[in-house]
C-alpha cells in the first residue's frame, strides 16, 4: 500500500502561482482545473523521474504517485537533480514526495516505496487517469505497458541511450498503439545497457523527462497535440529530432497476455532475458547453501568485495573457465550494475541447461546503497 503524504485543500489564493499558465491562449482556467482534477502515477524517481516530477508538481497536477524502490546512491546526483549528498542512502520516492510536499501543500502525494510487479501492478495503477514510466530496464517497460493496456490507461513513456531519448504516449483515444507495437520483441535488457554501463550525459535524462512531463500536461489539459502514435527521438549530441509514426502491429497482440490473469502470473525478467534475477537480500540468504557466487567483474573494478566462497572470473575470460563452476548446482552471479552478470548467466545456462542460475539485479552499485 502506498505511504500517503500530508494533503491541504486548495485556496483560492494559490491560482496565483498558475497565473502564467492560465493567461496562456487556449489553456486558461479550464486546463487549470483539468490538471487540479487529474491524477498520475510516476514510477521512477531517477533521472527521467526527477525533472517529470518537478514540472508536473509546478504545474499543478492534483494528485501524484511516486513508485521506485531504490535508495539514492552518489552516481545518481549527476541527472537525478531532486537529490543532493544528503540524500544518500534513502529511498527515492519517499525522498522526492517529502521534497515536494515542502514546497506544494495544495497537491496530494501517493508514496509507492518498493519496485512495481505483477503482483501490485494493477493496485498501483487502477486509481490513477495516466501513467508515466520512468524506469530504465526492459523487463519492466513491457511489465508497465501490458498493465496500461490492460487497464486502459494512457502511458507517457520515455527512454534515453547515451546520445539518444525517446518520447511517446500509448494507449490514447481510437486506433491506440502502445509500446509493444514499436517493439513486439521482448529484447535481452544486455543489448542496449542502461547508462550505469554505457554512461551519460545528466541534461539528457532531463531534456527527455522535460519532454515527457510535457506529454502529460497536454493529456490532462486537453491543451495542444500529444505524441499519440508517434516517437519522437531526440539526439543531443546534435540537437535534432524527428518523428516517426506507428501503427497497430499485429505481432504486439500476439504477444501480450490476454488477461490481467495471465499478466499477474507472467515473469517479465525471465521473458525478457532468460534469466532470473535476484536482490542482495534474496542472493544472501542462498549463501549458506551450496551455491557458487561469481564476481564477473575486471580485476581493479572497486569497490573490492571478499566474502567466504566467492570465485572471482572477469567477464572477458568467462568461457574459458566454466569448468570451475561444473561442480555447482546453483551459480549467482554479479558485477558493477548487473548488466554483464545477465549475459554471463545467460552463458552458462547456455552451457549448463540443468543449473539454477541466477543474476544479482543491480550489481555491486545496488549493494553499496542496500
Not at 524517481?45 to 492534483?62: N, R
Not at 501492478?121 to 498493465?147: C, H, K, V, W
Not at 487497464?151 to 520515455?158: A, D, R, S
Amino acid at each position: 500500500m502506498p505511504k500517503s503524504l500530508y494533503y491541504h485543500p486548495f485556496p483560492e489564493d494559490k491560482m496565483n502561482r498558475y497565473e502564467r499558465q492560465i493567461i496562456l491562449p487556449g489553456f486558461g482556467i479550464e486546463g487549470q482545473v483539468k490538471l487540479r482534477n487529474s491524477s498520475v502515477l510516476v514510477i521512477g524517481a531517477g533521472g527521467l523521474g526527477c525533472p517529470i516530477l518537478l514540472y508536473l508538481a509546478a504545474a499543478g497536477v492534483g494528485k501524484i504517485g511516486v513508485v521506485d524502490g531504490d535508495k539514492v546512491a552518489l552516481s545518481n546526483l549527476n541527472r537525478q537533480v531532486l537529490f543532493g549528498e544528503k540524500e544518500l542512502g534513502k529511498n527515492k520516492a519517499e525522498t522526492a514526495a517529502r521534497y515536494f510536499q515542502e514546497k506544494y501543500s495544495d497537491i496530494k502525494w501517493e508514496v509507492y516505496p518498493e519496485f512495481i510487479t505483477t503482483e501490485n501492478a494493477q493496485e498501483m495503477i487502477s486509481g490513477y487517469d495516466l501513467i508515466i514510466d520512468g524506469t530504465d530496464n526492459f523487463p519492466t517497460r513491457y511489465l508497465i505497458n501490458d498493465a496500461c493496456v490492460l487497464l486502459g490507461k494512457p502511458l507517457v513513456f520515455g527512454a534515453i541511450y547515451q546520445h539518444e531519448g525517446q518520447v511517446s504516449v500509448f494507449n490514447l483515444g481510437e486506433n491506440v498503439c502502445n509500446y509493444r507495437d514499436l517493439y513486439p520483441k521482448m529484447p535481452s535488457a544486455s543489448e542496449i545497457p542502461n547508462c550505469a554501463e554505457t554512461g551519460v550525459i545528466g541534461v539528457l535524462p532531463g531534456i527527455i523527462g522535460n519532454l515527457m512531463a510535457l506529454e502529460a500536461i497536454k493529456v490532462l489539459s486537453g491543451f495542444g497535440k500529444p505524441l499519440k502514435n508517434k516517437v519522437l527521438f531526440f539526439n543531443s549530441l546534435f540537437s535534432q529530432t524527428y518523428e516517426v509514426e506507428i501503427s497497430p502491429n499485429p505481432e504486439a497482440q500476439e504477444a501480450m497476455p490476454a488477461s490481467l490473469a495471465s499478466f499477474e502470473i507472467m515473469d517479465y525478467e525471465l521473458a525478457c532475458e532468460g534469466i532470473k534475477q535476484l536482490t542482495w537480500s534474496e542472493a544472501m540468504k542462498k549463501m549458506n547453501h551450496d551455491v557458487a557466487f561469481v564476481d564477473v567483474r575486471e580485476p581493479g573494478e572497486m569497490p573490492p568485495l571478499e566474502c567466504t566462497g566467492l570465485i572471482k572470473i572477469p567477464f572477458s575470460s568467462l568461457s574459458e573457465q566454466f569448468e570451475r563452476l561444473e561442480d555447482s548446482y546453483e551459480v549467482l552471479f554479479f558485477c558493477q550494475s548487473g548488466i554483464r552478470s545477465q549475459n554471463a548467466a545467460r552463458q552458462l545456462q547456455e552451457a549448463f541447461p540443468d543449473k539454477k542460475v541466477y543474476s544479482i539485479r543491480g550489481g555491486i552499485n545496488a549493494l553499496k546503497t542496500n
